[in-house]
């Protein structure tokens, strides 16, 4: 079955970095891949898609780039701000059924100092 | 409001009780998604409608959970018989859905949180 690894340590980085984080899986590569953001005591909210035949999405201040050979996605957080503090989820379709659930990885915790 | 709605957003019973969760979507989005979230793990996929068709329920820990989605709207998911491996916050979500292999991103409440004492 598919399996997702994100870093499970926190990210620390100071104000106005980039912030990396990174998003791996194993088995076969979707069409498509989300990234949520999380904060404490809240819902995953969704920040970006990209699909499996886009090599780079951008949004403002974020990018997302999908490498179906290394079986890899990165997101990018340019000129990091202390706001951008949260849990990062990445997300992969599963076609393992007839539906459309969605895979989650445990997410990875980025703190931003000011 | 616009966005999903969840109650309640914290649920404290004993052990050997049944509990209802709420989770009301949002307007005209067809699938709806119930997850479980334990303390520093990722979500845990547990059951998901789409119109009409039969919900896949391939993620249901056991028979103590079951969950309905009346007229395509509200959704409850019921845990009979509760456990303390129970506690844990369950989060809903609803999307559009657009075709086969839907690309849709999901819309999250912001969960019931429920510990079994």
């Known amino acids: 079955s598919q399996k997702i690894e994100q870093n499970s340590e926190a990210l620390n980085i100071q104000e106005g970095k980039t912030a990396t984080l990174t998003c791996n899986y194993t088995n076969y590569s979707p069409a498509y891949l989300q990234w949520y953001r999380q904060d404490p005591g809240r819902g995953p909210v969704f920040l970006l898609l990209?699909?499996?035949?886009?090599k780079e999405k951008r949004k403002e201040r974020l990018k997302v780039t999908f490498d179906t050979t290394l079986k890899q996605s990165l997101f990018h957080i340019t000129a990091s701000q202390p706001a951008d503090s949260a849990t990062y989820l990445c997300?992969?379709?599963?076609?393992?059924?007839?539906?459309?659930?969605?895979?989650f990885g445990t997410g990875t915790l980025l703190a931003v100092q000011p | 409001g616009a966005g999903v709605s969840q109650s309640p957003s914290n649920k404290v019973t004993e052990k050997g009780k049944d509990v209802e969760l709420r989770c009301d979507p949002i307007?005209?989005?067809?699938?709806l998604y119930w997850y479980r979230q334990s303390l520093g793990q990722g979500l845990e996929f547990l059951i998901y409608?789409?119109?009409?068709?039969?919900?896949?329920k391939s993620g249901l820990p056991s028979d103590r959970f079951s969950a309905e989605r009346t007229g395509g709207s509200v959704s409850t998911l019921t845990i009979q018989r509760t456990q303390q491996e129970d506690s844990a916050v369950y989060l809903c979500?609803?999307?559009?859905?657009?075709?086969?292999?839907?690309?849709?991103?999901?819309?999250f409440g912001d969960g019931t949180r429920l510990s079994i004492l």
């Open positions: 990209i699909r499996e035949n886009e």
């Open positions: 997300a992969l379709a599963d076609y393992g059924g007839a539906t459309n659930k969605l895979i």
């Open positions: 979500a609803s999307s559009l859905v657009s075709g086969a292999g839907s690309n849709q991103p999901q819309h």
């Open positions: 307007s005209g989005h067809t699938a």
């Open positions: 409608f789409q119109g009409n068709s039969a919900p896949d």
